[in-house]
C-alpha cells in the first residue's frame, strides 16, 4: 500500500541493540538509498514464508541500491533471546542485516502492528511504500524497481497462495500451547523449542533448534483433524494455522 502523505519519516534505530551481519547501522546514514525494513519472528510461521522474498530482492537490488534490514521482535519466549535470533539468521541465510529490537523500542516507534510487517522509504528516508502480513510481494518490488528507475518482471510466486489474484480461505485461529483438534487451513505450523520428537497424524518431526515447524501442509484449504504428541524434552508454544486456495 503507498503511503497516504510523502512527510512520514523513517524512526532512528535506538542505540546498543544488537545487530548482526553488520555493525550498528543509522538511519540517516541510508540516506540517497531506498531501505526496506522488515519486521519478523523467527517462531513465527508468516514471517517465515515471507523471507524467500526479502533475500530475493535484496539479491537483485541491493547492487542497484537497495538496503533491506530486519528489525526482529520476538513474539515467543524462545525467540527473544539475541544469540537465539543469531544462529536463526545464520540458519536461514539471511545475507543482509538484522537489528534485534530486544524491548520492542523500534516497534513503539513505528507504531507497528504485526508480524511480518514492512516499510519501503526512499532515498530521503520517507515513506514510500508498507504491507502488513503476507502476500503483495509484487506490489513492494514494483515500489522498489519505481524507486531505483529500473523495470523487471517481478520474482515469481514462491507459493500458489502467493499468486495475485488466488483466492483463499480464512484459517482457524492460532491456538497456545499443544492443540489437537479441528482445524481449516492450508498448512499447520507448531511453534516449538527444546530437543526431541513431535509426531502430527503419524509422522515425526524432529526437533533440534526454537523455531516454527511445518507439520501438514495441504494442496488446499482442507477442514482436518489434528493429532499432536509432543515427545520428551520438547515444550510445544502454539500451533499456527496458514489459510489455504479455495
Known amino acids: 500500500m503507498r503511503a497516504p502523505v510523502d512527510h512520514i519519516f523513517a524512526p532512528p534505530f535506538p542505540s546498543k541493540l544488537p545487530w548482526i551481519n553488520s555493525a550498528a547501522l543509522r538511519m540517516d546514514q ?72 530486544e524491548s520492542f523500542e523500534i516497534w513503539q516507534e513505528y507504531g507497528n502492528l504485526g508480524w511480518p510487517a514492512r516499510y519501503l522509504f526512499d532515498g530521503e528516508s520517507r515513506l514510500f511504500e508498507y504491507h502488513y502480513g503476507e502476500g503483495a510481494y509484487a506490489e513492494t518490488e514494483q515500489a522498489i524497481q519505481e524507486l ?19 483466492e483463499i480461505v480464512v484459517q482457524s485461529d492460532d491456538v ?13 505450523w507448531a511453534v516449538l523449542g527444546g530437543s526431541g520428537t513431535v509426531t502430527a497424524n503419524g509422522r515425526e518431526i524432529a526437533v533440534t533448534y526454537p523455531g516454527a515447524f511445518e507439520l ?21 508454544f502454539g500451533v499456527c494455522f496458514i489459510p489455504g486456495r479455495a
Open 30 to 101: 541510508q540516506r540517497g538509498h531506498p531501505v526496506l525494513i522488515e519486521f519478523w519472528d523467527f517462531c513465527r510461521p508468516n514471517s517465515l514464508r515471507t523471507l524467500p522474498y526479502l533475500r530475493g530482492w535484496d539479491a537483485r537490488y541491493g547492487e542497484a541500491g537497495l538496503r533491506t534490514i530486519g528489525v526482529h521482535a520476538a513474539g515467543f519466549p524462545l525467540s527473544a533471546d539475541p544469540d537465539a535470533v543469531k544462529d536463526a539468521v545464520a540458519r536461514l541465510e539471511i545475507p543482509y542485516p538484522v537489528v534485534v529490537d
Open 148 to 166: 531505483l528507475g529500473m523495470s523487471n518482471e517481478p520474482l515469481a510466486a514462491v507459493r500458489p497462495t502467493d499468486e495475485p489474484g488466488a
Open 176 to 188: 497456545a500451547g499443544a492443540y489437537s483438534g479441528p482445524y481449516e487451513a492450508g498448512e499447520v
Open 216 to 236: 501438514i501442509a495441504h494442496e488446499r484449504s482442507t477442514a482436518g483433524e489434528l493429532e499432536l504428541n509432543v515427545g520428551p524434552g520438547v515444550e510445544c
